[in-house]
T-cell receptor, first 111, second 116 residues
Framework: AQSVTQLDSQVPVFEEAPVELRCNYS??????LFWYVQYPNQGLQLLLKYLSGSTLVKGINGFEAEFNKSQTSFHLRKPSVHISDTAEYFC?????????FGQGTELSVKP | GAVVSQHPSWVICKSGTSVKIECRSLDFQATTMFWYRQFPKQSLMLMAT?????????EQGVEKDKFLINHASLTLSTLTVTSAHPEDSSFYIC????????????FGPGTRLTVL
């Protein structure tokens, strides 16, 4: 069965520090992978996506992610975070005509 | 990307009443829309897939008689929560899917439903 696991429910980090939000997936077929950000009481905004091609994907707001097929991972990274990056982040797998979401990671950036 | 709107953005209702939530695609003809539910501090759970001109496909465990979905046109899908109860209080989000190139889903801003 297809699934997405976000390994950290909460990630506290200081401003200007690097951050990595971890995501592992399970799928027996080709995958499309996405990272979304959700600010309080808002819908989801796409950060980046992996469809095919280069395994290093760059997104908005300075985020990037690397698709690793052998480790079935799609970790999200940013070299230097800002207070405004505080939000909930969701990793998602598109398969079988549906999006399957991970449990979410709450990124909290402290001054 | 496609622009998706939802109305209302928030609603408070009494237990036992019905609430209709509209999801509109403003610049894209969507044959398929999706409805998600998100409880506080939890992830999004797919409720149903809404297909224009046909019956919606519901996920396991979602009551189709309670959550009525109507996809009457290529730009409008509605979710009606019938006889709402406090446990139906949640954040409801619709999406539409771009099927030609990327299978990317475009999200509406969500509707916060509170049932008293």
């Amino acid at each position: 069965a297809q699934s997405v696991t976000q390994l950290d429910s909460q990630v506290p980090v200081f401003e200007e520090a690097p951050v990595e939000l971890r995501c592992n997936y399970s799928s027996s077929v080709s995958v499309y992978l996405f990272w979304y950000v959700q600010y309080p009481n808002q819908g989801l905004q796409l950060l980046l996506k992996y469809l095919s091609g280069s395994t290093l994907v760059k997104g908005i707001n300075g985020f990037e992610a690397e698709f690793n097929k052998s480790q079935t991972s799609f970790h999200l990274r940013k070299p230097s975070v800002h207070i405004s990056d505080t939000a909930e982040y969701f990793c998602a797998l598109f398969t079988g005509g549906k999006l399957i979401f991970g449990q979410g990671t709450e990124l909290s950036v402290k001054p | 990307g496609a622009v998706v709107s939802q109305h209302p953005s928030w609603v408070i209702c009494k237990s036992g009443t019905s609430v209709k939530i509209e999801c509109r695609s403003l610049d894209f003809q969507a044959t398929t829309m999706f409805w998600y539910r998100q409880f506080p501090k939890q992830s999004l759970m797919l409720m149903a897939t809404s297909n224009e001109g046909s019956k919606a496909t519901y996920e396991q465990g979602v009551e189709k008689d309670k959550f009525l979905i109507n996809h009457a046109s290529l730009t409008l899908s509605t979710l009606t929560v019938t006889s709402a109860h406090p446990e139906d209080s949640s954040f409801y989000i619709c999406t539409l899917q771009e099927r030609v190139v990327s299978n990317e889903q475009f999200f509406g801003p969500g509707t916060r439903l509170t049932v008293l």
